[in-house]
């Protein structure tokens, strides 16, 4: 055992108090964090609950479909599912049909996809609205080199939406845990298990970010240690969480236990 130096329960109550509070609010943000995941992916394969299908969709897509077919027939999300009525049938089949041939842009073969477009798919997919990412017409103009891209697309997330997440979740995610990792270098335990607990929410991360980018472009395979990732980073933060707040409240200060 480590008995050199100050420790957790040598803490004055006010800095105890100070890392209890920020330890349960950490949690809870973690907690929530892995809800918003839970409920943003649980329907992407058009089935209720979460699953590494969901994941495997988000990320990597769906192989050999194009995305327009994923998004209309094989796994639509909440937006699309109007489109799954037999009233639209012939047109999401032209659709698919379309895209799978090459897109073409001549004007016999590019007008229906206009007409269906401009009747159901401009209010979500224009610069200014909801789906503005993926605009489909500028200046009231459906414009062919807008809708062929999106629709041509495999289904797998774009390198510009993982760099943006990844910049987001590997700052953010590593400064909370170099936070809780250096509460854990207090804990007046053996410098192997600090190493461990230290390490093990980073490694996390590390796997948790990187599965997004092996799924989207090695193997959809990478979808399980994705979904392993999520597990693990709770898990450590839970043991961190555990033995800083036994090493807070129920050890003895070293002066007593002397």
Avoid at 32 to 53: I, N, T
Avoid at 149 to 170: E, Q
Avoid at 203 to 219: F, H, K, P, R
């Amino acid at each position: 055992m480590d008995r050199q130096g100050i420790h957790l329960p040598d803490f004055p109550l006010p800095a105890k108090l100070l890392c209890t509070a920020v330890f349960i609010l950490i949690g809870v943000g973690i907690l929530v964090s892995e809800a918003k995941v839970v409920l943003k992916y649980r329907m992407v394969d058009g089935k209720p609950g979460f699953s590494v299908q969901d994941l495997i969709l988000s990320f990597h897509g769906h192989p050999g479909a194009p995305l327009v077919e994923v998004k209309l027939r094989l796994a639509p999300s909440a937006d699309h599912k109007e489109f799954q009525k037999p009233m639209y049938k012939e047109q999401v089949d032209y659709l698919i049909k379309w895209t799978k041939e090459g897109c073409s842009a001549s004007e016999e073969d590019f007008a229906p996809v206009v007409e269906m477009i401009e009747n159901n798919c401009v209010n979500c997919h224009d610069p200014d609205a909801v789906a503005s990412s993926t605009p489909f017409w500028v200046d009231r103009t459906v414009k062919h080199d807008l809708v062929a891209p999106v629709f041509s697309r495999s289904g797998a997330i774009s390198a510009t939406r993982l760099v943006h997440l990844t910049h987001i979740h590997l700052l953010s995610n590593v400064m909370i845990f170099a936070l809780t990792g250096i509460a854990v270098l207090f804990c007046r335990t053996r410098s192997g298990l600090k190493a461990v607990l230290v390490l093990l929410p980073l490694i996390a991360v590390a796997l948790d970010i990187g599965s997004w980018w092996l799924t989207a472009y090695v193997s959809y395979l990478f979808a399980y240690a994705l979904m392993l990732s999520g597990g693990l980073m709770g898990l450590a933060f839970l043991l961190q969480f555990l033995f800083v707040m036994h090493g807070l409240w129920l050890q003895r200060p070293q002066a007593e236990s002397a």
